[in-house]
């Protein structure tokens, strides 16, 4: 085999977060011993990592190792970023799309690093208007571009599943620095990404 991926886990922290999922089965009045649930607490302890690996991510050091000299100085945009993310209020899904352009200063990265980013911050227990700024932060502090734009939209799944179940919402949220902060190109920006826009 050329290729093969593998996932790690922490044996310790598996093991206790097994034992917790088990014992909030029994208290959501499910039995954790049938057949189909034997399994569950131990797949909810890897998914809940795996969901959360973001912590041990460090996005300025994905950004620096892909930086480049380069004398570029218009707009680059990556849109349509998947991302998933897990509110901080009820660790319920959020999922949606991230657009980011930049305007380099003498260094640009590489677009994938871009999309990395996204994931570093997204998979961590989050609020989306600060999950927007961090990924602002990351690329301003790394690359010291002329400017940067995130715009987010995002579907909740605590609103839509539960609370005011509003099914159809979606939460968009912006973060500006630098020539974005200008109104030209702000709405080159936006209008370059409003195909994909709701
Ligand atoms: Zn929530």
Do not use: W
Request: hydrophobic share 40%.
């Amino acid at each position: 085999m050329a290729y093969k991926k593998t996932e790690q886990y922490d044996d310790k922290i598996t093991s206790s977060l097994t034992e917790n999922y088990k014992e909030t089965l029994g208290l959501l009045g499910e039995n954790a011993e049938r057949e189909g649930l034997l399994k569950t607490p131990e797949r909810m302890a890897k998914a809940m990592q795996y969901l959360t690996q973001g912590y041990q991510m460090d996005a300025k050091a994905i950004l620096n190792s892909a930086k480049f000299h380069e004398e570029v100085s218009e707009m680059i945009i990556v849109k349509d970023i998947e991302l998933y993310s897990m509110c901080e209020h009820h660790m319920l899904p959020f999922f949606g799309k991230a657009h980011i352009a930049y305007i380099p200063n003498g260094f640009i990265t590489g677009l994938s690093k871009i999309a990395r980013v996204v994931d570093v911050y997204a998979r961590r227990l989050q609020v989306q208007e600060r999950l927007t700024t961090q990924i602002l932060d990351a690329i301003k502090d790394t690359l010291n571009p002329l400017g940067v734009g995130v715009v987010i939209e995002a579907s909740h799944l605590c609103m839509m599943m539960r609370g005011v179940q509003k099914q159809n919402s979606v939460t968009t949220t912006s973060a500006f620095y630098g020539e974005f902060l200008k109104s030209p190109t702000r709405s080159e920006f936006m209008k370059l990404i409003s195909a994909s826009l709701h």
